[in-house]
């Protein structure tokens, strides 16, 4: 539970600060004013269904947890294979260019969601989620934290050196 609401709180305010920032953000992953117009659609669109991908890649996690990897990679296999149809019906049958893609990649990640939901949440599932659950426990999230802190700062140093190298580029 405790994964769930901290992943719904970071993803909303990440949404809501990356919403509110777009023009930066899309300049600083080196949009050029020619793109600038479709790029900032296209975030847009896919921004508010990261917390979709998020819900996935939390559920995955934990699916893998519980000694299930195939399941974790088969929302993952739904997804990717739902959102490359999706992409050509959307752009090449209906004609809507760079929103087609974001939708497609959005509903590609809720289906993944959906998959990995249904073996998590469903009637066999491994734990029980009750709403309880749900209530921050902040001594669980220190240690959260606390296992986790390595790995963010890594990840954001990734962020930071691609973002700065494509820019230069």
Same mark, same amino acid.
């Given at each position: 539970g405790n994964m769930m609401t901290l992943?719904?709180?970071?993803?909303?305010?990440?949404?809501? $600060?990356?919403?509110?920032?777009?023009?930066?953000?899309? #300049?600083?992953? $080196?949009?050029?004013?020619?793109?600038?117009?479709?790029? #900032?659609?296209?975030?847009?669109?896919v921004l508010w269904g990261m917390a979709l991908q998020f819900g996935t890649i939390v559920q995955n996690e934990t699916i893998r947890a519980l000694g299930r990897p195939r399941r974790a990679m088969e929302s993952v296999v739904i997804g990717t294979m739902s959102n490359m149809a999706l992409d050509w019906l959307f752009i090449a049958a209906f004609n809507w260019g760079v929103a087609g893609a974001a939708v497609a990649t959005v509903i590609g990640q809720g289906l993944s969601l959906a998959w990995v939901s249904i073996d998590l949440w469903g009637k066999r599932a491994p734990m029980n989620l009750e709403p309880s659950c749900w209530r921050i426990r902040w001594a669980m999230v220190r240690q959260i934290a606390a296992v986790g802190f390595s790995p963010f700062i890594g990840t954001l140093f990734f962020g930071v050196v691609f973002v700065e190298t494509g820019y230069r580029n």
């Open positions: 992943t719904a709180t970071m993803t909303f305010l990440l949404c809501l $600060g990356t919403e509110f920032f777009l023009d930066p953000v899309v #300049k600083l992953c $080196g949009a050029t004013p020619d793109i600038l117009g479709l790029s #900032k659609t296209y975030l847009r669109i």
